[in-house]
């Protein structure tokens, strides 16, 4: 089992920048990859970022590329996101998830999944 645990999440204007935090513990040795997802207001959950726990290798969806930056710190089991020049169209609740295959932006390649954290971006 995994727990993960978001935060870091708030209100922000647009062009303003927030950072989100992911606390993973628990048999964090079966996580390969850990994720970003995040669900906007009446919208399905889709794919922001990932990264490779081992070969520190991401992806970003075209949507956040140039803007949001993945990174972690594998001593402490973090995973943060920064997340700059926001946009109102990332208001969302930002879900992190931990899955034991490759990289990846689907969801069904994690198996474990935080409670998320709400970010507001007002224009």
């Known amino acids: 089992q995994v727990h993960l645990v978001e935060s870091g999440g708030g209100s922000v204007q647009a062009g303003g920048s927030l950072r989100l935090s992911c606390a993973a513990s628990g048999y964090t040795a079966s996580r390969n990859a850990m994720g970003w997802f995040r669900q906007p207001p009446g919208k399905g959950r889709e794919g922001v970022a990932s990264?490779?726990?081992?070969?520190?290798?991401?992806v970003y969806a075209d949507s956040v590329k140039g803007r949001f930056t993945l990174s972690q710190d594998n001593a402490k089991n973090m995973v943060y996101l920064q997340m700059n020049s926001l946009k109102p169209e990332d208001t969302a609740v930002y879900y992190c998830?931990?899955?034991?295959?490759?990289?990846?932006?689907?969801?069904?390649?994690?198996?474990?999944w935080g409670q998320g954290t709400q970010v507001t971006v007002s224009s």
């Open positions: 990264i490779g726990t081992r070969s520190g290798n991401t």
């Open positions: 998830a931990a899955g034991s295959t490759v990289i990846s932006l689907r969801q069904d390649r994690y198996n474990y």
